[in-house]
């Protein structure tokens, strides 16, 4: 893996990160985290794009999506509280990642004041995002998720059509395929979208 900058931290405190920390790349597809999981380094993103989610029964629920150069608080918020993780997370595309270990990142705590910024300003991210999630659920109508969604995935994975299931759109709405499959028919008789062999295209 070619080392990276972390941006906003002290150069002391980046190469105490790479000295103390392990590298890994990921493959697309692949579950890193589970809910029950006691959690033993926190990750920073340096290439890719990582899903995390709630699941109950047979249904999940998209929470955010983790970009290069950020961390997963729910990750940080377990191993603070020495509890298990209550959400799961896979990558979405080819990743690479830093892990830190749990007893490093709470040293660097005390000794080093970006180390706490860069991880409020991770909370403060989740925090707005997640609000978002509950008012788009509450509020808005299935269309308008769906074709939010199908906006943000583009962006996200910088891919347009994007190469997505029914059925994977469906988990990450927290609803059922027939449902999605309806709404995109909605939206595609709008000119909103348009679909392809195992892809859709937003307009």
Not at 31 to 60: A, H, N
Not at 156 to 161: E, M, R
Request: some cysteine; aromatic content about 10%.
């Amino acid at each position: 893996m070619n080392r990276v900058e972390i941006t906003g931290i002290s150069s002391r405190l980046r190469n105490l990160i790479y000295e103390h920390s392990a590298e890994a790349d990921i493959p697309a597809g692949t579950e890193v985290m589970y809910e029950g999981q006691y959690i033993k380094s926190i990750p920073i993103l340096t290439k890719g794009l990582i899903k995390v989610f709630s699941r109950y029964e047979d249904k999940e629920l998209l929470l955010y999506y983790i970009k290069p150069f950020e961390s997963c608080i729910m990750t940080f918020d377990a191993s603070l509280n020495q509890s298990p993780s209550r959400v799961y997370a896979s990558t979405e595309e080819d990743s690479s990642v830093l892990l830190m270990p749990v007893e490093k990142v709470f040293k660097w705590m005390k000794e080093y004041p970006e180390m706490n910024q860069l991880f409020f300003r991770q909370y403060n991210v989740r925090y707005t995002e997640l609000i978002e999630m509950i008012n788009q659920i509450l509020f808005d109508k299935m269309d308008k998720r769906l074709y939010e969604y199908l906006k943000s995935k583009a962006e996200l994975k910088n891919q347009n059509p994007i190469k997505i299931s029914h059925r994977e759109i469906a988990n990450d709405l927290g609803t059922a395929r027939e449902v999605i499959t309806r709404v995109l028919k909605k939206l595609e008789m709008e000119q909103l979208v348009s679909q392809e062999a195992g892809a859709i295209k937003v307009m």
